[in-house]
């Protein structure tokens, strides 16, 4: 339904642009004043949906990044508790002599030693794909990143300013386009 509103607006902008060309002597100045405070309208509207999609895009890819972040430091806060835990039971055991084999492996079976050992290779296994992930999603922001390490700024500023030029340049292009091809034919 967005993308269906906005490509109508488009096309009546367009339209309601090469209509006016088309009949600029034949209307008086209120009529034109009308017509031009139409497309100027539509140009807003059109450029603040514009530049809404694409901070919304940057702001999903963002919080993506985020998140996944925040799970790799989970992980490595459980790893950190169970390596804790390990070294625990392991200095425990130390602890017991040597010719209580049944008993050690008694403590290490009620105390879940192998649970804990399996669950730091499921976390190396899922950091890793999470790391993998965090690296697709910077892939994502490699330019904007690039450019904003050359200019010593945020991303966010950069993704701001880009945004902004990319509205003030495509609409009035628009425009411009539209009235070429109108004097065109």
């Known amino acids: ?41 539509l140009t807003l509207i059109t450029s ?29 806060n459980e790893k950190s508790v169970l390596n804790t835990q390990i070294n625990i039971i392991d200095e425990t055991l130390k602890g017991l002599p040597e010719s209580h084999v049944s008993r050690r492996l008694q403590e290490r079976k009620n105390s879940d030693y192998e649970g804990k050992k399996n669950r730091l290779l499921e976390i190396i296994k899922q950091k890793t794909n999470l790391e993998i992930q965090l690296i697709s999603v910077d892939d ?31 609409e009035p292009l628009s425009i411009g386009l539209t009235i070429a091809v109108n004097a065109a034919w």
Not at 21 to 31: D, E, I, L, T
Not at 48 to 74: P, W
Not at 144 to 170: D, H, N, P, Q
């Open 48 to 76: 603040f949906e514009l530049t809404g999609y694409l901070s919304k895009c940057y702001q999903k890819t963002i919080q993506t990044r985020h998140v996944t972040q925040l799970k790799i430091d989970a992980l490595i």
């Open 140 to 170: 994502n922001l490699n330019p904007v990143s690039s450019i904003a390490k050359i200019l010593k700024t945020k991303e966010s500023k950069i993704i701001s300013i880009f945004i902004l030029f990319l509205v003030l340049i495509l």
């Open 1 to 41: 339904i967005i993308i269906c509103m906005g490509l109508g607006m488009e096309v009546g902008k367009i339209l309601t642009i090469s209509h006016l060309y088309r009949s600029w002597q034949h209307y008086n100045p209120r009529v034109r004043t009308g017509y031009i405070f139409i497309i100027v309208a």
